[in-house]
């Protein structure tokens, strides 16, 4: 066999493999955490726990005791979980209060209705279709539907509770506020949405009890309604007007999936300092800035919001992968994934013991933060003033270095163009790509049954980052095979990259941070290409260096965000990700194909 035919084979081998590596490095910084290995699971009693060590175990048990049926607000079941919650309460002789406040269902559903109507008011056919579903399903009404759908068919008002459970430090009136809810929705046991956080909140406050000087006051709340309209927060904020100005932090756990790491995915505006704060606490940071606007964009709703929008700085918890499962018949104590319980507690009880033994007030809102996981267990947290700043005198480099070396005639602008133009077709046919793969499989996904059996998200992921490689990599292949000149080649990357970073640095400057890292590569690629051009081995070895550094630098930025905007299940979001994922595949293949052509093809 041809020796030349062999050395490609192996290269594009290693490649593979390369790029299989990198992949796997990004995906390291987003997956749970694991159980201890001397972990053995069993069923534990209260009373038998070790002073001052945190027992995975017994947040289990809790779970189990709390997850096994459907305990909806507003329900017996549910005020049998609220029972077992004080209980154990009762137990460890924690402070606590039980706060109940009523809710209208009546009320609730007639306002549902009337939303409905003037909603609906342009599409009689549609009403038409509605009103048909709601016979055959044997609704009186929409106002039946309503009540059906939050499990109180047959209430007219009921009565709901909150938990509050209080630890006062000495001489302060600051306070912290660790929020969780207790109340599934009506078809789901709700084992990891919150049966988690409640279980973890016990836990946590079983150690709390012991530790005998505090800084700032400490209360957990444990809120009721949060599945029908975050009913127990706004029912807490109203009876607690005297918090107002005393609370330093609300951070809210909750569960947005079943799977992957505990993830700072949302917080309140200035969000600088508490984020720090967060970043000091934490063993295993893990978060992402861009998920809080992303959440914007998405049909969600957490307890956060009801203190985000009082305007108490706030930070929002949770997993966001396992969608397939999560607030389904499928999320019962048996399928909580074991790596994320251990995770949650451990997370929860740093913080818990960082807000109970450190000075951290927040007195006024600060300026905004950009952070991103940058390697395993570790987030950089960022001025979001300053990243906006870097980030416009980097394109302004950019531009200059297009002038410069057209002057210099270094470079010719249609070669320039040829690879920018080759990109963006890159770009597009990815993008409809996305969109062909993502838009059945959201449909089959929307009509699974509630077993949940149908893991959705990796296998998007894949497919569309297979897509993005074939077409990247054979459009730049051609790009760079007309293009004689390495640096107009480099240099063509750098108008997709300047505009993104432009408009992601006035309008989504969570995400800038990508495009200005990734304009560096290009600017130092270029450096080495002009500076090394009379030293060609030392230029090839430098080829190689930036090939294996920035394949792994790009992995870690890229990869963890591409991933996480299709676990949100956004077609519109995953679809412009995807556009967009072909800038760092484009840069790297870049590389591959400067060193093939450097050391295999000749």
């Known amino acids: 066999m041809n020796k030349k035919i062999i050395r490609n084979a192996a290269y594009c081998l ?17 997956t749970e955490s694991k159980t201890p290995k001397k972990f053995k699971e069993t069923t534990v009693e209260l009373g038998g726990m070790e002073k001052g060590v945190s027992s995975l175990n017994m947040v289990l048990t809790h779970i189990q005791n709390m997850g096994s049926v459907e305990h909806s607000a507003g329900t017996e079941a549910n005020v049998q979980v609220k029972e077992y919650i004080t209980s154990v309460l009762d137990q460890l002789q924690a402070p606590y209060m039980v706060e109940p406040f009523e809710f209208d269902v009546d009320a609730y559903a007639n306002d549902a209705k009337k939303s409905y109507e003037d909603a609906m ?7 038409e279709e509605n009103n048909k579903f709601l016979e055959e399903n044997s609704y009186k009404d929409f106002i039946d539907y309503v009540k059906d759908v939050i499990g109180l068919r047959n209430e007219s008002k009921v009565i709901m509770n909150n938990i509050v459970v209080s630890f006062d430090a000495p001489n302060t009136e600051h306070a912290i506020v660790f929020v969780t809810h207790y109340d599934s929705r009506p078809d789901s046991t709700g084992a990891s949405s919150a049966g988690l956080g409640s279980a973890a909140f016990l836990e946590a406050i079983r150690l709390m009890k012991e530790q005998e000087t505090l800084t700032n006051d400490i209360y957990f709340l444990f809120t009721d309604g949060k599945e029908i ?3 127990g927060a706004k029912a807490f904020l109203e009876a607690h007007k005297e918090l107002e100005g005393n609370v330093d932090v609300v951070l809210n756990f909750d569960a947005q999936g079943t799977d992957g790491t505990l993830m700072l995915y ?43 929008d009082a305007g108490f700085p706030s930070m929002n918890f949770s997993m966001l992968e396992g969608s397939y499962t999560y607030n389904r018949t499928a999320d019962t104590p048996e399928h909580v994934n074991r790596g994320c319980a251990y995770e949650y507690m451990h997370t929860l009880n740093e913080l818990v013991d960082y807000y109970g033994s450190n000075h951290v007030h927040v007195t006024e809102k600060g300026q905004g933060a950009v952070f ?8 950089l947290v960022l001025p979001s003033n300053v990243v906006s700043l870097v980030t416009y005198l980097t394109s302004m480099i950019a531009i200059g270095l297009l002038v410069f070396f057209k002057i210099r005639k270094k470079i010719r602008y249609r070669f320039v163009a040829r690879s920018t133009i080759f990109t963006i077709i890159s770009m597009i046919l990815t993008g409809i790509g996305a969109a062909v793969i993502i838009a059945p499989s959201m449909s089959k996904l929307s009509n699974v049954e509630t077993k949940g059996e149908w893991n959705e998200s990796q296998l998007l992921f894949c497919l569309v980052i297979g897509v993005a490689f074939v077409l990247t990599g054979f459009f730049t292949w051609i790009a760079m095979r007309r293009n004689k000149h390495q640096l107009s080649t480099l240099m063509g990357q750098l108008p ?36 090394l051009e009379k030293k060609p081995q030392i230029q090839k070895v430098c080829y190689v260096a930036m090939l294996i550094v920035f394949g792994v630098i790009l992995s870690i930025l890229f990869t963890p965000i591409i991933y996480m905007a299709y676990v949100s299940l956004s077609i ?27 050391y295999i093809s000749e």
């Open 229 to 231: 309209d975050l009913l």
């Open 266 to 308: 949302e917080t309140s505006k200035g969000d600088y300092t508490i984020v720090k704060q967060y970043q000091q606490a934490v063993s295993r940071n893990s978060g992402f800035s861009f998920l809080a606007d992303l959440c914007k964009l998405l049909p969600h709703e957490t307890d956060f919001q009801v203190f985000s």
């Open 496 to 531: 997709i990259l300047l505009t993104l970073g432009l408009v992601m640095g006035q309008e989504f400057v969570s995400l800038s941070y990508l495009f200005t890292a990734a304009m560096w590569m290009v600017y130092v690629a270029i450096a080495v290409c002009v500076f």
């Open 372 to 379: 991103f996981n940058f390697l395993r267990d570790t987030i």
């Open 121 to 127: 008011a342009e599409y009689p056919d549609m009403v």
């Open 14 to 30: 290693a490649m593979v493999v390369f790029v299989g590596i990198i992949l796997r490095i990004g995906f390291l910084q987003i």
């Open 572 to 598: 519109s979001v995953s679809i412009i990700i995807a556009f967009i994922s072909v800038i760092p595949i484009a840069l790297l293949y870049v590389f591959i194909i400067t060193v093939w052509k450097e």
